[in-house]
């Protein structure tokens, strides 16, 4: 029984083969189509039971129209069927409130129908108005109809009451399930335009080669930073890291095992940095490493600690193993000033500590 229930289930979310067709309106016609068919078997059965025969050879027909139109889907005419199933329903809802009177409530089938054209539908918002404005005249116009002509049988308390409960039953069905499918449409179609902006933020500010910080991200941060600080004038400090030698790296093992390199050791700063503030490619073999909530000397003692792991670290590339050092120039921000002037002033260290040998933190 599972197995058949999974397969049916397989069978009505079946996608369209056509590109021009859209699956959702397909997927919507199928659910009307089953839920009008089970309508017309159950209104079937109690219209038989109160011996109104001719309005329930009416319902069989109507039963099978709509269980042809299911089929019709899978046809890639889903355009058209969505026409015919909308002027069988028209039809259909005219010929009840003809025959068996306005309490009989078919005609309230025309908001189920002004909600589903609404969601199934692909024509234009100023077509699907001028739609909605149609089957108001419709109802207005069975409202006369019912007014100047009465109904052909007379239904009984009870009859009427089993009608208008199945009847409300199956419109709160149909609008509930053409609800349903939109905002689940709806819903995965934010959610995949809220993971496209965040793929594309990530390529817009994340290093492709590090999966650092780029220089614009990098700086954005930092600046962001100081601007939620700048009251109570939280601590800030500013390193630019080089990798030493890096141009004989690349000499040596070409560019590929540069960037092997540079990976790794983007990797180390990452690890160590992040528990303190954040590292992003300042371009080239240069990093920028931004310390929050610690002074200077704090800053300098995790430099150093991140010096000695990149010395000691040995970069595994094509069997060989590729050993580099980093040099580092440290400044603490000052608020009030502009902070590419302590980038400045950490570079300048950068390079004071280059002349005076390599390997080393400047602060």
């Not at 954005?220 to 004038?233: F, G, L, S, T």
């Not at 000052?334 to 950068?350: F, M, P, R, V």
Request: proline content about 1%.
């Amino acid at each position: 029984m599972k197995n058949l229930l999974l397969r049916f289930q397989s069978f009505v979310l079946k996608d369209v083969e056509n590109e021009n067709e859209a699956r959702k309106t397909a997927l919507l016609i199928r659910l009307f189509t089953l839920i009008m068919s089970a309508y017309f078997l159950i209104q079937s059965v109690v219209l038989l039971l109160a011996c109104n025969w001719n309005v329930s050879v009416i319902g069989v027909f109507c039963l099978s129209s709509y269980m042809a139109l299911f089929f019709g889907t899978y046809m890639n005419h889903t355009k058209i069927v969505l026409n015919f199933l909308q002027i069988i329903s028209i039809f259909w809802i005219v010929h009840y409130v003809y025959m068996l009177g306005w309490d009989s409530g078919v005609q309230d089938f025309l908001f189920a129908i002004l909600v589903f054209n609404f969601i199934a539908s692909t024509s234009s918002l100023h077509v699907k108005v001028c739609y909605g404005a149609f089957l108001w005249m419709a109802w207005n116009g069975l409202f006369l109809l019912v007014n100047l002509h009465p109904s052909v049988y007379t239904m009984g308390l009870r009859l009427q009451m089993w009608m208008q409960i199945i009847n409300i039953m199956f419109i709160f069905i149909i609008v509930t399930v053409s609800i349903y499918i939109f905002s689940k449409e709806a819903q995965q179609m934010e959610s995949k335009l809220v993971k496209y902006n965040e793929r594309v933020r990530k390529m817009a500010d994340i290093d492709a080669l590090t999966q650092l910080y780029n220089r614009r991200a990098v700086l954005e941060a930092v600046n962001k930073r100081i601007d939620v600080h700048k009251n109570d004038y939280a601590l800030v400090d500013i390193a630019i890291a080089d990798i030493d030698f890096f141009k004989r790296v690349n000499d040596t093992y070409g560019h590929e095992g540069g960037d092997v390199v540079l990976r790794n050791v983007a990797q180390m700063l990452q690890e160590m940095v992040a528990p303190y503030g954040e590292v992003g490619r300042w371009g080239g073999e240069e990093f920028l490493i931004a310390f929050y909530g610690i002074n200077g000397d704090e800053a300098c003692g995790v430099l150093e600690d991140i010096r000695r792991r990149i010395q000691k670290t040995e970069i595994e590339y094509q069997e060989q193993r590729i050993s580099v050092t980093m040099t580092f120039g440290l400044e603490e921000y000052e608020y009030g000033h502009n902070i590419d002037e302590t980038i400045s002033k950490a570079d300048q260290k950068l390079y004071s500590g280059k002349n005076a040998g390599r390997n080393r933190v400047v602060f």
